[in-house]
């Protein structure tokens, strides 16, 4: 059974790590920055998912690097959340704000919620550096 929702057709091909599969969707019109029920764009799935490759091609056609979801969750807030330093970076690179709420704490305090599986020091540090609290 195949899905017409765009954020659900980007979503299955970031869940495998396919930037193949996401550049052939958005080419063929799926637009970068759809959603889901809770405001996720594939941006915030591939930030989380710490797929570099994916998350820097969105940002390339234009994925709001700021964008919030209903939880008040950005992509770097999901990045932070899963200690994906290379996305972290990636997203600083573009803009990406550090004065997010996610949740109604800091990016910092949210960042702390986490165990992601590359949370170090050092992705804490270029979260402060870049200005977050």
């Known amino acids: 059974m195949t899905t017409n929702d765009p954020f659900d057709q980007l979503s299955k091909c970031i869940k495998r790590g396919d930037v193949i599969g996401v550049r052939a969707l958005v080419a063929s019109g799926v637009p970068v920055d759809s959603r889901n029920r809770f405001g996720w764009t594939p941006l915030m799935l591939a930030a989380e998912s710490g797929h570099t490759g ?9 994925a709001g690097v700021s964008a919030v979801n209903n939880f008040g969750a950005s992509p770097l807030a ?3 959340l899963s200690g994906e330093r290379k996305v972290i ?7 990406a704000a550090v004065d997010v709420k996610p949740h109604g704490v800091t990016l910092l305090e949210f960042a702390e919620w986490g165990g992601g599986r590359h949370k170090t020091q050092r992705h804490f540090d270029l979260l402060r550096d870049a200005g977050a609290s």
């Not at 994916?54 to 234009?62: M, P, R, T």
């Open 78 to 80: 999901y990045a932070t």
């Open 54 to 62: 994916i998350v820097d091609y969105l940002l390339s056609a234009g």
């Open 89 to 95: 970076q990636s997203l600083l690179n573009a803009g």
